[in-house]
């Protein structure tokens, strides 16, 4: 199964300005038509519970929403606590192909810690914070190769990156 990291990021490497603000008002409509498309394509979408609700806690249209919270229950997404693997192997027996995680930070750095992430999909915008959220919140090392680099906006790159094993 693939299972990829999406996320955008500013030029100087944050995910956020702060954690309730969602990414769409500094990210651009060129990477909000990316996001939608490759996480359509593979249809089932994990993230936190922060996250989802910095877009309304409504599951994003046409794809599986599966949030990680400890406590909550929304309509039209399942919750989840399961660690990594056990819901990635889930996932595998029900005949899933390919997974978005599409954050925050806690959630990449579960996810990447897991060593269940083929993947990164990273969208750099033409924005500079100089602080925020990272795109990991903990130590983390994937040794990454690039696979591609595509501008799809004047201001705005996707970086494809294969995690190697
Ligand atoms: N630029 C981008 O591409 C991008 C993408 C995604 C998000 N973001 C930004 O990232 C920020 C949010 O990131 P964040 O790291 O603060 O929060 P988050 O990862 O979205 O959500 C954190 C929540 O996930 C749940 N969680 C985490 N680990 C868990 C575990 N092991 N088991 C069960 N539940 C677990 C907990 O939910 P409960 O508290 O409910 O238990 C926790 O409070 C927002 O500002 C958002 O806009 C940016």
Known sequence: MNVFIIAALSADGFIARETQEPSTRWTSKEDTRHFMERTKQAGVVIMGSKTFETFGAK?????RSI???RSKKYGGAETTN???REL??????EGVKEVAIAGGSSIYTLFAKAGVVNTLILTVEGVVFGDGLPLF????FLAIELASHTQIGPNTLVLEYSVKN
Not at 88 to 93: P, W
Not at 137 to 140: H, I, N, R, S
């Open 59 to 63: 599951p994003l249209p046409g794809r």
């Open 67 to 69: 949030i990680y919270s």
């Open 82 to 84: 399961e660690p990594p």
């Open 88 to 93: 990635i192997e889930r996932l595998k027996k």
């Open 137 to 140: 919140d903990e130590k983390v």
